[in-house]
């Protein structure tokens, strides 16, 4: 059987909106990642959750066949494709945000596993910008290639604001102390290095110029993962989202990334590209949500009553609500990812914005829907909704960005004034014209 | 002042996935529309507005303005833009759908305006289509040339269901009786003929063979106009939506067109193209309404106790939504235009009535909130709201799209049962080969 | 024919909420209106319409069968009823405002017919209640017995902010400049006076005591109706929503309503019990549309292709929701008008605000589904839908409401508090008595 | 600290709506009950969790606090409630489904510790009334005394549809053999029975006699639990939700309920009062989760930039709409207990499948909004939130009960259409008076 085509596997309008802002290398890239998952990542995904134990040495698991497609990513040329030339030129692939989008969309159609057997899964992908970008040679050394390589994952803080871990000098050694909550990965055995951003200049009046970060290795004296946070009563195993304290850990001073109070330097520049492939994963997601829907209302096994279950007026209607939901959003992130090329992260703040807030409120309604479609089954171990669900659950964090979104728009307020007036003006003299009065 | 952009108009993230899409000749088009539009058509509306009697004289009224801007527009080559060479070479221009998607919203930003001085508004439009594709020489010369020309309005009955009118043959007469209601633009004292659907053979046991189409003068004995049918209180004045009689109406036989019992394939060759147009225009209106938020939000002369509009974070919350919305339709009816452009609309199913069930109601949302930022003022004739609201309100007629679209993705399912049969194929290869048992 | 039931009209759930707290007075006017209601005023309804001219002579109209229909209502005791004996001991019927608040929901089962023919319409009700509250002998024996006996319907200014209006002693005179919108009934040819208020001490330190109300002859020199605004379309005849304008009004000093700066007063005293009626009159619209929409999707002339509208999953659906949400509501405006038969409107400023965000939104949605059952007819002359839509659009200010509720609520905040400490306490001394650490 | 009281607890104006409506027992009884929770469940609801192990021998748990609070419950007559004397003159206690559902929403208010320890949780409840109503007294006293007791947990088959559970008579014994999911509580060391339904006549041409209930101990031979099914990544130990084998189980002829053939009949007098339990309880769920949204948004240590979490306009919003939304499903639900009481569960079937499709969605929704004003805590097991989101997911099961609700409806079709006629036929009298034509 052929392979799936890409305008299959997400659509064929928006595939059609892009296929000719794609490079010849981007769009054999692409081919050749559709075959690799129909071939290998598909078939793979119940055999990983097999292979991670249910007791506590879930934490300690090394999943084998991970390895093993890992490798055979690597050896396809399937690997940090995330990291695009165009701003890494030193490590980067030949893509555009664009391009990469659309592969971050079938690699979100399985999951995590689709991101990390390719070495493109957040928030690794964000640590290793962080160092291709801001880390020195021997920093990059030392610490991006194994990254690269797709050894030890890294840990990141990701919260720029409520910064409470304090990061300062004491001779030629930089002493860390905090307690975080939500650290990605550092549950994981193979995480040698945290990210860890910190206050280092509280009182600086320039509050951009408070923070600094530093790697820390995972073993030092001090590091302590407390425990592992639940999301929605998942666990995340074996990377997990850990609460992490720095008790009095000690790194030399040449961990520094950048120099000092240049932290959230660092953390707006990690920002922007990496958020919206977040977006396209989950738009990948929203999509196997649906297309696992028509599977089961189209089951012949389900008969309820004679009737299938898509006989039913409003299933049929959720369906079509999903696809268009999922379209739209599609759209919307392919077009901040193509504002990205043009106008960098910083020039296309607003689009990025958008598709952070409809996103995930999309994507979980879709979830919904199928899990409305299963009955309680969808809400059990035996499908993967629920963990999809709770991982979407995270994203959702609205109002910020409704807010920034409509602060930008409102930035148009001038301008159309002017317009207006322009307007305004030209319609004054076509009523005087005709010896009329201007309505009010 | 500069000119709009049409990054500017509708959004430079839109513009930026369709721009290189454009060709040189569709650029300049745009730009000259642009131009126009901001010169002539948009100081001018509220003097078209004001040359439109309250009283019943109305019905009889030539707007003066309407008709310079018109013979404008006609000079400076922005005419009949919806005529597609690609589908009408002889009559046609050389723009493709996607090309005249991006004018007809700039068109929708003025209302039927817009659309109306360019010779581009509905139903004319798909009257056009009709006689340019199917009418004959003579039918084109005497019927069509006027048309194209901006003169005599046609009318037509939208609804192809339900068909209650009677065409039948005596001797080298048609004989037509029927009753139809909302025959759009019946009450223009400039209509000169009516494009008639009818039953020709109601009993014929293919129900596609049954309708015929007849060209009727409007002045023919047995034509009456009963009265004009209100849309939530407008009359949409002079072209209106009329109930009309046809009481044994005699017309020769060459008015027949394309031939008996083709009416079926007539109407459904009209629809396509034109009704994404109706979308396009749509979001142009929520975009202007939008925009119109934006500057009553922000208008000094509006604080409440001492707060701007905009200050208020559900005010903020109401904009970026629009904003996202609005964005996201236009890029889906984009998306749709350019799968016309490729697959024909029959190709287009299913992106034609994503649009359609999508966009009315979007456009009823982002209109809904201007009007509730203007308070009682966004509901009365001091406003163009409420007009645009009844209008968008007769698009939304969701149902029957969502279950379209619900089909054709359900159409989906075979092929997604066999890639699961092969993954599930590959996956038992994978259990076995390490000697598991594949979960249920 | 039995006549309907109260449990058959409203519903019988809520019915069998309150029954047990009507008096026996107020269970036999109830099935008096009941039975007025179906043996005189629905079938008159269309005879009302039919009795409004369609030209300019609207204006100038007394509608024949409503002068009709007032006679009876009075002559059978089912007048005044919103006028509460509790509140106003000399003029008021003795019935609380539960009571009335299931009269009013009949009332609403016929637009404004149903209150005006019992003369329980506003804005005359809220002018009513301020001359019988606030007026002196004097004044209540002028202008409010003419009012009580259903002549010379009042006008007011709704609007208690953003008052323009100059208010000032001249002599023994007052003066009165000022310019207002959407004056309610000013259009109306029977209209005698109007209620004007407007600032009479500007700079008054106390906002509260800054304003004045005044009686204002309606032919008395200087007072201007401008214009009728619309409401979506709808001139709202022969009452009309006016624009008028007080120029250089003078009125004897007697004519000043309780003292100089009680203006504010006066429009706190009146809101409160009226405003909920109104959300009342509402569900009696909600109720008539679903009503409407049942018959229309049973309605055997409707099939298409041999089904029945009802059979769609998506049409029950739709009736289902408008049932369930007009049942909500309606138990929410009747536990709202317990509330201030107990506590006195002041004492139930929560849930009146809850009953004006909730109502208008439910009922409009409710009218919308109806008028989506009917396609474009809904939207004409030949149904009321879009006409009762426009109005209730008018009462849809959520926002306000919104956040007067929510801030009500955080009012609970301290207690709440105060309770998890005590609770907090509690189970320390649980955990204490295990040897356990309390968890963070 | 005075105690809460029920109108603080759940609102005054629901309260006022029904007070009248408690008898001086009723009343008596839900101030013990307010007093029990403020006093000992509420404090208690941490230590509950803390004594629940985490790993594997948490199925193997009797919590002990769960224990001391049964019996204190017990002694204090709070205890059965959900009994009531009406329906169960032998067992109940003198209780309204109207009293009881006031005190349902104070259980409610502690997730299953509050119905567990007052013996009212779910399932038994159900089970409890199947031994009640259809139990010989052989079988009371051996299975349902010891229910009553609190001891021994029960467990049922809620699924009366598909069911796939073959039960049949060989010589003086009955042979079940079957599959079933979700069986709640037969993860529970205490359950000594379970209550199976299956079909013992599968031929049988009347549906509702094909089926028996037979009940059935927990360690008869061929009981097989198999594994505990997930809810959204929870398994909701002790008690679980469990899939269950009964592999040639073998009990004697006395272990039949009622007779065979009668499992329909059985199920059906088992529903009704005991899903609308259901409801209040998610309504108190709904109201802890506002109450903690209040208590989170003015917490002075969570300002943000020196702003509280509240200062924010749409935080305010979600508070207000969540204030009024649970006050509506309040409303109905009590309207619905009503209605039971008054007409039964059959007679108010329209009533409690409103309850069912509002309730659930109103909740999750409420929820879903302090989880967001949480943030990641909100879905960690450091807040009850998740685990409480989907224990309600688990009630959405809308579709069903909106198409029944519809459906109910409809059937007032005929009396409109009926009422309509009635009206239509006074309307053309009306006209005809006045030599008018009835309009169309």
Redesign the interface.
Known sequence: ?AP?SVA?LTS???W???E??FSPYAKETLAKLIAFF??EV??????AR?QLPD??TRWQTVIP?IGELKAKARKLGLWNLFLSKAHYPEHGVPLTNLEYAVMAEIMGRSGHLGSEVTNCSAPDTGNMEVLARYGNAEQQKKWLTPLLNGENPFVASSDA??IRTSIRQEGDEIVINGHK??ISGAGDPRTKVHLVLGKSDPNNSNAHLQQSVVIVPADAPGVKVVRQ??????DDAPEG?SEVIYDNVRVPLGNLVLGWGRGFEIIQGRLGPGRIHHCMRSIGAAQVA??TM??R??DPSRK?FGKFL?E??????????S??EI???R??V???A??ID?LKAKG?T??IA?AK??VPSMALQVVDRT??AF???G????QDL??V??NL??L????V???????R??R??P??????A???K??A???EQ?G?K???
Request: aromatic share 8%; charged share 25%; net charge neutral.
């Open positions: 059987m799936h299959e064929s309008s928006s059609a909106m892009v000719d802002k129909e071939e598909w078939p793979a995904e119940r055999l097999a007791d506590v066949i604001t409520n909550w939500y946070m639940m999301v929605m009563g998942f989202h649906l297309d028509i599977r209302v189209t309820t898509y039913h007026g409003t299933v049929v209607a959720d369906i079509a609500k696809r268009a379209e739209s959003a759209l919307l392919l077009s901040a193509l504002q043009k296309a607003k689009e958008i807030f409809i899990i409305q009955g309680a089954e809400l059990s171990q035996d629920a963990f669900f709770a659950r995270t959702r964090i609205a109002d960005h409704i807010q920034q979104v409509g602060q728009e409102l148009r307020a301008a159309l004034a002017r317009k207006t322009e307007i305004k030209k319609e003299v076509l009523f005709r009329l201007v309505p009010q």
